[in-house]
């Protein structure tokens, strides 16, 4: 758990700086990737540690599932935040995200518990694996859009200077490569299920809202080539496709007792 | 005509259907209805747009890659409904030593398209098989042992299902005890019958069943195991295990206590309970061109990747939105993501 109360405290450290580059009118800046990176690694060894001592990975009970998450979207935010600086901007945005995940993996029951058999296939890994990529990088593209909004509303004055244009492209570049994970994530996740239970689509409630967020996502991208979408509307739906896609993660597995769960 | 394709092509319609196509989702999930009209309703405007749209649109001729992607979305919607019309889905549960039949395999859905004769051809005889259950009985590992036709034996379980020219047959979290009896008619005849029992230790409780006798007559039967699956320990349960049970069989409302090897008069002959066994249930799965779906589908979004990284000049050692010049060139940015 310390390991876990440190990389909630660097993600907090992050958001600090954020908060003060925005406030300074300045673009991100690289502390506030530093504080990232901390985070994710601390969070890393976390993860580590546990696996260690119950030999399962953090894929199960909601507790280990917020975990990874911590771990793999604040990885996938310091590395955008690396390569493409710009990004860096809605920080303000994702880094609170991040940060209220972790209050909640605070509050949820840590016990480990065994996994079934089937989830010893390398394909949970290549799904799983590919479903953070996504969120990540959706995550990522939220915070832009979320940015934008933000500017509207004066609270981040430098977006208002400087290139909302950019930005908003940006933010729909992240979106589409969002895309092409969350197509793989269904792929892997099919593949798996054929596997594991007999059947490689069935419409159980992660399937469907999985497709759900999927066409939305879709919608989306089409949305913008036919009918222009304004900044402010096409922001708007960057968000609302997070909110479904963060609900589908975060709540319909742990809503249904179907999910995931072995059976004598 | 290249006209009326133009209109029904127009990108206009995509995502106002794409959208209703996710809302059908919604609702046919709500009413546990997947093929319900507001799915196929949308799906089949989106098909038709994307058809027209591959023949006549100009912009899907200047990139390969986003043609691809399209032109694999459309295949797996339809490998998709092929394989719906020709699927089979259906259990069978198999004791220890017995041959699977095909009337012993349970349809739980199939497509119209199903050549039911090549049910017909699935065999194998059920060996041994065993389950592993940590503390607390929570089911971990299954192998399964079986004989084929040819006197091949296979072991398989959990994400390894045993296949049989196309079909699946996956080991499932169902399997118990079963008695097996003899039936000996007072004018002759004789059978030899196999009684499942309710799913174990999940049923645990209640291993009651009934048997129909060549005669017509219905008999009441319960299994009685002894000793309960332990709750504090791990635990394996192992079809090659005897677990020596006694049969209770009601005739005339009075309970007949049976142990192997006993025998007991029943309205028109002789019941002997010969020995306990247990049965292994499986899901038989089979859906045509699976292999061709993942394929297509793999494809489309490798496809998808390409246009993106080609579009977003990734592939043009352009830089991908931004880089570190970025940050120092300030506000003015702009053209790095045009
Ligand atoms: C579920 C179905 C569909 C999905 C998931 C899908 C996905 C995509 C994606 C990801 C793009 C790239 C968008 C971008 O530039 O960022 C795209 C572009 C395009 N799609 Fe679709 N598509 C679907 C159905 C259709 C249909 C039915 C049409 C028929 C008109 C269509 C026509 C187009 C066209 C013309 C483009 C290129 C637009 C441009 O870049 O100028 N798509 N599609």
């Known amino acids: 758990m310390p390991w876990v109360v440190g990389g909630l405290l660097c993600y907090a450290a992050g958001i600090a700086y954020a908060v003060a580059d925005t406030v300074a009118d300045r673009p991100g800046s690289r502390k506030v990737v530093i504080a990232t990176v901390c985070g994710a690694v601390l969070l890393g060894v976390a993860i580590a540690e546990r696996w260690l001592r119950s030999a399962n990975g953090p894929f199960y009970t909601l507790f280990e599932i917020l975990l990874s998450s911590l771990f793999s979207l604040g990885l996938m935010s310091a590395v955008l935040y690396w390569v493409a600086p710009l990004t860096r901007i809605g920080a303000v945005v994702t880094l609170p995200v991040l940060f209220m995940l972790g209050l909640w993996a605070l509050n949820v029951p840590s016990e480990t518990s065994p996994q079934p058999a089937t989830y010893e296939s390398v394909w949970l890994w290549i799904h799983v694996g590919v479903g953070k990529v996504f969120l990540g990088v959706l995550l990522v593209a939220v915070g832009v859009a979320g940015s934008l909004l933000l500017a509207r509303t004066s609270v981040l004055r430098n977006v208002r200077v400087a290139s909302q244009d950019a930005l908003y492209e940006l933010s729909w570049r992240l979106v589409a490569v969002a895309f092409v994970f969350h197509s793989l994530m269904l792929i892997a996740g099919a593949v798996w299920a054929q596997d594991a239970w007999g059947r490689f689509w069935a419409w159980d409630p992660l399937e469907t809202w999985t497709l759900i967020t999927w066409l939305a996502i879709g919608a989306g991208l089409h949305l913008r080539l036919a009918y222009g979408l304004s900044r402010d509307y096409g922001c708007a739906y960057i968000l609302g496709v997070f909110v479904l896609a963060f609900l589908t993660f975060f709540g319909v597995p742990f809503s249904s007792i179907a999910a995931h769960k072995g059976i004598l | ?338």
């Open chain 2, 1 to 338: 005509m290249i006209h009326g394709l133009q209109k029904l092509a127009s990108l206009k319609i995509t995502p106002v259907a794409m959208l209703a196509l996710g809302a059908g989702v919604f609702v046919s999930y709500r009413s546990g209805d997947p093929a319900a009209v507001w799915v196929m309703a949308p799906l089949s405007v989106l098909v038709v747009n994307l058809l027209c749209a591959i023949l006549v649109t100009p912009r899907f001729r200047r990139d390969a890659g986003l043609l691809m992607f399209h032109i694999c979305l459309l295949a797996v919607v339809t490998l998709a409904a092929y394989g719906y019309l020709g699927q089979f889905r259906g259990r069978v549960e198999v004791a220890v030593g017995q041959q699977v039949e095909p009337d012993m395999i349970t349809a739980v859905a199939r497509g119209v398209l199903h050549d039911g004769d090549a049910l017909h051809r699935l065999t194998f005889v059920q060996e041994t098989f065993r389950v592993e259950y940590t503390q607390g009985l929570f089911r971990t590992r299954t192998l399964s042992r079986v004989r084929l036709a040819g006197g091949d034996e296979r072991a398989f379980g959990d994400n390894v299902p045993l296949a049989l020219r196309g079909y699946r047959f996956y080991t499932s979290s169902n399997k118990g005890y079963s008695a097996l009896v003899r039936w000996a008619g007072a004018t002759g005849g004789q059978a030899v019958g196999v009684v499942n029992f309710p799913s174990y230790p999940m049923h645990d409780w209640n291993q009651v069943s009934s048997w129909t006798a060549p005669d017509g007559s219905a008999l009441n039967l319960a299994l009685q195991l002894g000793d309960k699956p332990p709750q504090d320990k791990a635990w394996v349960l192992d079809s090659s295990t005897q677990r020596h049970a006694q049969l209770l069989i009601d005739i005339d409302g009075q309970r007949i206590r049976l142990r192997e090897g006993d025998a007991v008069p029943v309205s028109d002959g002789v019941l002997t309970f010969l020995e306990t066994r247990m049965w292994m249930g499986y899901t038989v799965y089979f859906f045509p061109m699976l292999n061709w779906l993942l394929a297509f589908s793999l494809v489309g979004v490798l496809a998808l990747g390409w246009f993106y990284l080609r579009r977003f000049g990734v592939l043009q050692k352009r830089p991908l939105i931004g880089g570190r010049s970025a940050i120092r060139a300030g506000r003015h940015v702009d053209s790095l993501v045009r």
